[in-house]
T-cell receptor, first 116, second 114 residues
Framework: DTGVSQDPRHKITKRGQNVTFRCDPISEHNRLYWYRQTLGQGPEFLTYFQNEAQLEKSRLLSDRFSAERPKGSFSTLEIQRTEQGDSAMYLC??????????????FGQGTRLTVV | SQQGEEDPQALSIQEGENATMNCSYKTSINNLQWYRQNSGRGLVHLILIRSNEREKHSGRLRVTLDTSKKSSSLLITASRAADTASYFCATDAVSGGSNYKLTFGKGTLLTVNP
């Protein structure tokens, strides 16, 4: 399977614990996005990378959130000291960005986080 | 904040009818993309239309883009029960400086009744 994969698919954690999610993009894609989606809402932008550079972080991304993309390949999203409000689906997407044109973004199946 | 807004928020039609969903956005875009999401699952890319294009077709899908009005529409012809899903538009737009990012609207929930 050469699509975007996310791990784990589901995560239940106790409030205050740290969690880390992983995203493996499509191999030739240079852009990688993280989104958060709650029930009945569209995906909300969190952050994105062009290769290994993190180009933008949303104001939704508090200091408890950190994302990395070492060597421009896979990415991790860590949430420290989780709160119940962090419960959501976390989606990763990747795309190929070129100066001449862009391609569509492909999404993974997401990681559903439940903070209890 | 959401860049795009879909209209209507919910749409219910009979199988065989056409469904039209609209999307409005606020800033200049590089391209606009439509996605489908079945309940509780990931997003599936449907179609991408670039800012210099006005219309695009893919199977039973037809997308139009009017950059002067900052709006797009998605038409699904001869709908099927399997088309029941949420549909989102996403704009690839300049976000401060020269960086572009893909931003989603809140979606239209389409229900196709058999």
């Amino acid at each position: 399977d050469t699509g975007v994969s996310q791990d784990p698919r589901h995560k239940i954690t106790k409030r205050g614990q740290n969690v880390t999610f992983r995203c493996d993009p499509i191999s030739e894609h240079n852009r990688l996005y993280w989104y958060r989606q709650t029930l009945g809402q569209g995906p909300e932008f969190l952050t994105y990378f062009q290769n290994e550079a993190q180009l933008e972080k949303s104001r939704l991304l508090s200091d408890r959130f950190s994302a990395e993309r070492p060597k421009g390949s896979f990415s991790t999203l860590e949430i420290q000291r989780t709160e119940q409000g962090d419960s959501a689906m976390y989606l990763c997407a990747s795309s190929l960005h070129r100066l001449t044109h862009d391609t569509e973004a492909f999404f993974g199946q997401g990681t559903r986080l439940t903070v209890v | 904040s959401q860049q795009g807004e879909e209209d209507p928020q919910a749409l219910s039609i009979q199988e065989g009818e056409n469904a039209t969903m609209n999307c409005s956005y606020k800033t200049s875009i590089n391209n606009l993309q439509w996605y489908r999401q079945n309940s509780g699952r990931g997003l599936v890319h449907l179609i991408l239309i670039r800012s210099n294009e006005r219309e695009k077709h893919s199977g039973r899908l037809r997308v139009t883009l009017d950059t002067s009005k900052k709006s797009s529409s998605l038409l699904i012809t001869a709908s099927r029960a399997a088309d029941t899903a949420s549909y989102f538009c996403a704009t690839d737009a300049v976000s401060g400086g020269s960086n572009y990012k893909l931003t989603f609207g809140k979606g239209t929930l389409l229900t196709v009744n058999p």
